[in-house]
């Protein structure tokens, strides 16, 4: 595995895998990896990718400096991880290398409207604004045919997927399944900052989710019922939502058929997330 940090690394690194007729797919990460980020990588392997992952932990799409200051960084054991997973390039871009302007405002923003008002972007203001802008380098410096994103984050997925159809990236984007521990709870890197306690109460994320999957119903029902299971379980709600998959607009009663249920929570001061695929039942 090659270690890059430099952009004209990067991009030459990109490039000389695409002229050897190499299929490039990019997995984008803030490291502190685990299963759900194994995942991403071997579903590139499996399609033959020459794969490129990148950890870079984002300032732009942190609203909250405490969030920043706290998010796990492991960065020789990730270099470790990556390697036996078999990336081919993993790039370490620096902060200076990415944002030179940093913390003072980048002129140029990605903003995707509509569907990043709600759910996260209600609580985090600007966060898919530093998203968007961050995926859009990415993909210019890398320049991939595929880009594997996890449905952990579906409102991320669903962004970025509006993202490349507005600004016509010829990126494929793959949407991974979530991985979850044995008892449900859902990979992430801020799993580590839960206390024993707080790890049992974080349970009802997965719970609701799986609850509001369980049985159909009405839109209204289900979000009843995942807050009923988020507040049992003693997480401190942000939200219990269901919504139309690719616009992401909230469902009426009225409505049938496939949606995404996402809540979000606090617990121990973390937040988390989770997200289930739910069949309504009209009314
Ligand atoms: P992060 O490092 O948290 O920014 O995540 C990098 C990528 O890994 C994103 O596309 C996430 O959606 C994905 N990811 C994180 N956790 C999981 C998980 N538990 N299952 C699947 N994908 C995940």
Redesign the pocket.
């Known amino acids: 595995m090659e270690v890059v940090s430099d952009l004209d690394a990067w991009r030459h690194a990109a490039a000389a895998a695409r002229q050897r007729g190499r299929t490039v797919g990019l997995?984008?990460?803030?490291?502190?990896?685990?299963?759900?980020?194994d995942?991403?990588v071997r579903a590139a392997r499996d399609r033959g990718d020459y794969v490129i992952m990148t950890?870079f932990v984002?300032p732009r799409q942190f609203n909250d400096p405490a969030d920043l200051r706290a998010y796990p960084r492991t960065p020789e054991t990730d270099r470790a991880r990556a390697a036996a997973l078999g990336v081919d390039l993993l790039v370490e871009p620096s902060l200076e290398q990415m944002w030179p302007a940093y913390p003072a405002p980048v002129a140029t923003t990605v903003h995707v409207g509509g569907m990043t008002e709600h759910l996260e972007g209600a609580d985090r203001p600007g966060h898919f604004d530093g998203v968007a802008s961050v995926v859009a380098k990415l993909f210019a410096l890398t320049g991939p045919a595929r880009a594997?994103?996890?449905?952990?984050?579906?409102q991320?997925?669903a962004m970025v997927r509006q993202m490349v159809t507005d600004l016509g990236f010829a990126v494929e984007v793959v949407a991974?399944?979530?991985?979850?521990e044995e008892d449900g709870l859902?990979?992430?890197?801020?799993n580590v900052r839960l206390s024993g306690a707080g790890r049992q109460r974080a349970l009802g994320l997965s719970r609701a989710v799986a609850a509001a999957a369980a049985q159909p119903a009405t839109a209204s029902v289900l979000r009843q019922r995942m807050r009923g299971v988020l507040e049992a379980a003693g997480v401190e709600v942000a939200y219990a939502e269901v919504v139309d998959p690719v616009s992401l607009r909230p469902s009426r009663d009225t409505e049938s058929g496939r949606r995404r249920a996402l809540v979000a929570g606090r617990v121990d001061g973390v937040r988390l997330i989770d997200n289930a695929d739910v069949e309504l039942e009209g009314e």
Request: hydrophobic share 40%.
């Open positions: 997995v984008p990460t803030m490291g502190a990896l685990h299963a759900g980020h995942s991403l950890i984002n594997y994103f996890g449905e952990k984050d579906f991320q997925l991974c399944p979530i991985v979850r859902a990979l992430s890197s801020r």
